[in-house]
């Protein structure tokens, strides 16, 4: 569970880009259905009391544009596009890794970058000219770990990177994270111990894919996935 201060605090200053993977079950025999996928309709059914501050299934970007409908209150994460439709199919209905993931903490590592393409959202961040921004990402994805260390029911933090399974985009994974581990020692009190896992987007593979797909561990020391 989550402490309510530090909930409220979560809500207050990222509620409108990030949530937890808690859901309303749906009568829906549809494996991908977006049938009551709403976070208030899971708050109503009492699925609070699940949240899990010890896992951060970590997104890379939204692909949907939040200026033209913004998300506020924990809303991110819960719509019926296919990315959401999967994440909850695979946190509520697998045997899979995926099942032990439900009441994660949910959150984009460059939540300002609105783009549906991977290939372009990497260029355009990696780019020399965006280490700026890349560190004030960082920076806000590192306040979030700090808040949820305070209640982790584990001695770590573990964060989910989704898209960095696929070994045509490893590299850029590997050096956004190493560029993340390198603020925390530089700029950060963080505490705690941080254990980074690479696993399929939901988004980008389709669900047998998914289903059949692993979780790796990224070996910090070698920046490795094995």
Not at 160 to 187: M, P, Q, T, W
Request: proline share 2%; charged share 30%.
């Amino acid at each position: 569970m989550i402490s309510e201060q530090n909930y409220n605090k979560l809500l207050e200053k990222f509620g409108d880009i990030s949530s937890f993977a808690i859901y309303k079950e749906s009568k829906n025999n549809d494996k991908a259905t977006s049938e009551n996928i709403s976070y208030e309709e899971a708050i109503e059914n009492h699925q609070k009391d699940y949240i899990n501050p010890s896992n951060i299934i970590l997104m890379v970007n939204p692909s949907a544009k939040r200026e033209q409908s913004p998300d506020s209150n924990f809303s991110s994460f819960h719509h019926s596009n296919i990315n959401d439709r999967h994440l909850r199919f695979l946190t509520m209905k697998t045997s899979t890794f995926w099942r032990n993931l439900y009441g994660s903490y949910v959150t984009d590592l460059f939540s300002d970058v609105v783009e549906s393409v991977m290939d372009n959202l990497i260029s355009a961040v990696k780019d020399d000219n965006k280490k700026d921004y890349r560190k004030q990402s960082y920076k806000k994805l590192i306040e979030q770990l700090e808040i949820l260390s305070q209640d982790s029911k584990e001695e770590k933090l573990n964060i989910y990177v989704c898209g960095a399974l696929s070994k045509s985009k490893r590299k850029d994974f590997i050096f956004f994270i190493e560029e993340l581990i390198e603020e925390i020692s530089e700029n950060s009190d963080l505490n705690i111990e941080l254990s980074f896992y690479a696993v399929y987007h939901p988004g980008y593979q389709n669900l047998k894919k998914l289903i059949q797909g692993g979780c790796e561990k990224i070996v910090k020391h070698s920046m490795k996935v094995e």
